[in-house]
C-alpha cells in the first residue's frame, strides 16, 4: 500500500443526508493529528460534492473535517491513517427545531460513600428524524432533570459512531433543570451526566419524566435499599444469568411524562469494578464528587471523576431489551447496538476538566471512528496492536486539547507542554509501526 508521501492528493465526496444530493460548496479542512488539530489543508467541495487536497508527506494520521451549519462532520471510517487517501463524508441540515425524537433509556446509577451520594445518569436520545437532520441550538438541545441538590461533576456525549466527548449542562429555567449543549446528529446519542449531593443514609427521589421513555432504569450496590411510592412501578431484574448479584437493578417500561416514578433509597455502598473479586464493598468505584474529579491525574482519566465500574448498561442491556420488550404495551424493543465496551477517556492531557463551549458548534471536533477492540483490531501482531490502541487513544487527547485551546480553557504555556508529549508518544508509536 502507499503512503502519503507517495500519494498526489487526499481525495473524498461529502454528501447532504437531508437532501441525498452531492454537498457542494462545502468548506473542508484537512488536520494533523500530530501537529494539535492544526489546519494543513481547506479545499471547497465541487457541483458533484468531491474535494481534494495535496497530501501530505509526513508519515502521521489526519483527519478531514466538514462543518456545516455549525457543526461538525467527520468519516465514519476515522482518521486517515498513513496510506489512505479518501474519505467519504456524510452531513445533515441542522435545526433547531425537529421531529422524529425520542428517549429509549434513563438509567440513573447511584451509590454512596457513607458521606454523600454520587449519581450518574445516562440517557439515550433516538433522532429518526424525516428527512433526517440534526438538532442543533447553543442555548442547549436535550433538557434533563436532576436532584434539586446536585452539583455536576461532569457532562460528556457520544454521537452515533463517534466517541465521548465533553459537553455542557448548562441552568434552565427551572430548579434541577439542565439543558445539554451536544448536537442531536440522525441516530442514536447517548449523554451521560456525573454529580453528587449531600447524603445521611437515605433519601428520596422524585424523577421528573419530560418525554416518554421506553426503559427507566434504577442501579445501586448490594448494600443499598430501594423502595418505590407505588410498588407496581418498577421490577426488579432478578435473572442471575443477566443480572449482576452486586447491583440492585429496578427497571420501569413505558412511561410517560408526569408519572410517579418515586422512590426511596437507604444505605451506603459502592459499585465494584470489574477486576475486583469478592462480595466486599470498594472504595475505588467511588467517583468522590468534584474534588477526585480534580485530583484524578491518571492518563485517559476520563471526563470529571472517574468510575471504575461498568457503563451503566454494561450486561444489563440485553435484559431490558428482551424480557422487558414482552410487557411493552406498544410492542417493539430498544436496540442498542454497541454494548458491554467502555467509554475511551477524553480527558486533556494537561489534567484539567474538558467542557465544550455551548456557542462553539463549529469548533466541534468530535471523533467518529468506532471503539476500537481486541476483536476489530488488526492482526498483523501484538505490537501493532498496541500501537493502534495507543494511536486511538493519542487521537482523542489531541482532539480534546484543541478544543481547550481554542477555547481559552488552558493556558499558552500548558498547551505547548501537552502537545509536545502527545506529538512524542505518537511517533514513538509510529516509528514501533514500522518496525514491527
Same mark, same amino acid.
Request: glycine share 12%; proline share 8%; no cysteine.
Given at each position: 500500500?502507499?503512503?502519503?508521501?507517495?500519494?498526489?492528493?487526499?481525495?473524498?465526496?461529502?454528501?447532504?443526508?437531508?437532501?441525498? +444530493?452531492?454537498?457542494? %460548496?462545502?468548506?473542508?479542512?484537512?488536520?494533523?493529528?500530530?501537529?494539535?488539530?492544526? !489546519?494543513?489543508?481547506?479545499?471547497?467541495?465541487?457541483?458533484?460534492?468531491? #474535494?481534494?487536497?495535496?497530501?501530505?508527506? $509526513?508519515?502521521?494520521?489526519?483527519?478531514?473535517?466538514?462543518?456545516?451549519?455549525?457543526?461538525?462532520?467527520?468519516?465514519?471510517?476515522?482518521?486517515?491513517?498513513?496510506?489512505?487517501?479518501?474519505?467519504?463524508?456524510?452531513?445533515?441540515?441542522?435545526? *433547531?427545531?425537529?421531529?422524529?425524537?425520542?428517549?429509549? &433509556?434513563?438509567?440513573? @446509577?447511584?451509590?454512596?460513600?457513607?458521606?454523600?451520594?454520587?449519581?450518574?445518569?445516562?440517557?439515550?436520545?433516538?433522532?429518526?428524524? !424525516? =428527512?433526517? @437532520?440534526?438538532?442543533?441550538?447553543?442555548?442547549?438541545?436535550?433538557?434533563?432533570?436532576?436532584?434539586?441538590?446536585?452539583?455536576?461533576?461532569?457532562?460528556?456525549?457520544?454521537?452515533?459512531?463517534?466517541?465521548?466527548?465533553?459537553?455542557?449542562?448548562?441552568?434552565?429555567?427551572?430548579?434541577?433543570?439542565?439543558?445539554?449543549?451536544?448536537?442531536?446528529?440522525?441516530?442514536?446519542? !447517548?449523554?451521560?451526566?456525573?454529580?453528587?449531593?449531600?447524603?445521611?443514609?437515605?433519601?428520596?427521589?422524585?424523577? *421528573?419524566?419530560?418525554? $416518554?421513555?421506553?426503559?427507566?432504569?434504577?442501579?445501586?450496590?448490594?448494600?443499598?435499599?430501594?423502595?418505590? +411510592?407505588?410498588?407496581?412501578?418498577?421490577?426488579?431484574?432478578? $435473572?442471575?444469568?443477566?443480572?449482576? =448479584?452486586?447491583?440492585?437493578?429496578?427497571?420501569?417500561? %413505558?412511561?410517560?411524562?408526569?408519572?410517579?416514578?418515586?422512590?426511596?433509597?437507604?444505605?451506603?455502598?459502592? #459499585?465494584?469494578?470489574?477486576?475486583?473479586?469478592?462480595?466486599?464493598?470498594?472504595?475505588?468505584?467511588?467517583? %468522590?464528587?468534584?474534588?477526585?474529579?480534580?485530583?484524578?491525574? @491518571?492518563?485517559?482519566?476520563? /471526563?470529571?471523576? =472517574?468510575?471504575?465500574?461498568?457503563?451503566?448498561?454494561?450486561?444489563?442491556?440485553?435484559?431490558?431489551?428482551?424480557? #422487558?420488550? /414482552?410487557?411493552? &404495551?406498544?410492542?417493539?424493543?430498544?436496540?442498542?447496538?454497541?454494548?458491554?465496551?467502555?467509554?475511551?477517556?477524553?480527558?486533556?492531557?494537561?489534567?484539567?476538566?474538558?467542557?465544550?463551549?455551548?456557542?462553539?458548534?463549529?469548533?466541534?471536533?468530535?471523533?467518529?471512528?468506532?471503539?476500537?477492540?481486541?476483536?476489530?483490531?488488526?492482526?498483523?501482531?501484538?505490537?501493532?496492536?498496541?500501537?493502534?490502541?495507543?494511536?486511538?487513544?493519542?487521537?482523542? !487527547?489531541?482532539?480534546?486539547?484543541?478544543?481547550?485551546?481554542?477555547?481559552?480553557?488552558?493556558?499558552?504555556?500548558?498547551?505547548?507542554?501537552?502537545?509536545?508529549?502527545? $506529538?512524542?508518544?505518537?511517533?514513538?508509536?509510529?516509528? @514501533?509501526?514500522?518496525?514491527?
Amino acid at each position: 500500500m502507499g503512503t502519503f508521501a507517495s500519494a498526489q492528493n487526499i481525495t473524498g465526496t461529502v454528501t447532504n443526508g437531508t437532501t441525498g +444530493k452531492p454537498a457542494a %460548496g462545502e468548506e473542508v479542512t484537512l488536520l494533523s493529528l500530530s501537529q494539535g488539530m492544526q !489546519e494543513i489543508g481547506n479545499a471547497k467541495t465541487d457541483a458533484q460534492g468531491h #474535494f481534494s487536497f495535496p497530501a501530505p508527506k $509526513d508519515q502521521a494520521p489526519h483527519m478531514v473535517r466538514v462543518t456545516h451549519q455549525g457543526v461538525g462532520y467527520f468519516p465514519q471510517s476515522g482518521p486517515l491513517m498513513p496510506g489512505t487517501t479518501t474519505a467519504e463524508l456524510t452531513i445533515y441540515d441542522s435545526a *433547531k427545531e425537529i421531529d422524529g425524537l425520542s428517549q429509549t &433509556v434513563e438509567v440513573d @446509577r447511584l451509590q454512596s460513600d457513607g458521606k454523600q451520594l454520587q449519581g450518574t445518569n445516562l440517557f439515550a436520545v433516538s433522532n429518526k428524524s !424525516e =428527512p433526517p @437532520r440534526t438538532l442543533a441550538d447553543e442555548k442547549g438541545t436535550f433538557e434533563i432533570v436532576l436532584p434539586d441538590a446536585a452539583e455536576i461533576d461532569s457532562a460528556e456525549a457520544e454521537g452515533p459512531g463517534g466517541q465521548p466527548i465533553a459537553t455542557q449542562a448548562l441552568p434552565g429555567s427551572q430548579k434541577g433543570h439542565f439543558m445539554l449543549t451536544y448536537p442531536l446528529r440522525p441516530g442514536e446519542t !447517548e449523554f451521560q451526566v456525573a454529580y453528587h449531593l449531600p447524603y445521611s443514609g437515605e433519601a428520596s427521589f422524585s424523577p *421528573k419524566v419530560l418525554r $416518554d421513555v421506553q426503559h427507566f432504569v434504577v442501579m445501586l450496590p448490594k448494600g443499598m435499599n430501594f423502595s418505590a +411510592k407505588d410498588a407496581h412501578a418498577f421490577q426488579a431484574m432478578t $435473572d442471575p444469568q443477566m443480572a449482576d =448479584p452486586r447491583t440492585t437493578v429496578m427497571v420501569a417500561t %413505558g412511561v410517560k411524562p408526569g408519572e410517579d416514578l418515586s422512590y426511596r433509597i437507604s444505605g451506603s455502598a459502592v #459499585f465494584q469494578a470489574d477486576n475486583q473479586q469478592g462480595g466486599g464493598e470498594s472504595s475505588g468505584g467511588m467517583g %468522590g464528587g468534584s474534588q477526585a474529579a480534580a485530583n484524578d491525574n @491518571r492518563p485517559g482519566g476520563g /471526563l470529571g471523576a =472517574p468510575i471504575d465500574a461498568p457503563d451503566p448498561l454494561h450486561s444489563y442491556r440485553a435484559y431490558i431489551l428482551g424480557a #422487558f420488550a /414482552l410487557v411493552l &404495551v406498544m410492542g417493539g424493543a430498544y436496540i442498542v447496538s454497541r454494548s458491554n465496551r467502555p467509554h475511551p477517556a477524553a480527558v486533556p492531557a494537561s489534567g484539567g476538566k474538558a467542557t465544550v463551549d455551548s456557542g462553539a458548534f463549529a469548533d466541534f471536533v468530535e471523533p467518529s471512528a468506532p471503539v476500537m477492540t481486541p476483536a476489530s483490531m488488526p492482526s498483523a501482531g501484538g505490537v501493532r496492536d498496541r500501537n493502534a490502541l495507543l494511536l486511538e487513544a493519542m487521537k482523542e !487527547e489531541l482532539f480534546q486539547l484543541e478544543i481547550d485551546r481554542q477555547q481559552g480553557k488552558i493556558s499558552p504555556d500548558e498547551y505547548t507542554t501537552a502537545k509536545a508529549a502527545l $506529538d512524542e508518544t505518537i511517533k514513538r508509536a509510529l516509528a @514501533r509501526g514500522k518496525s514491527a
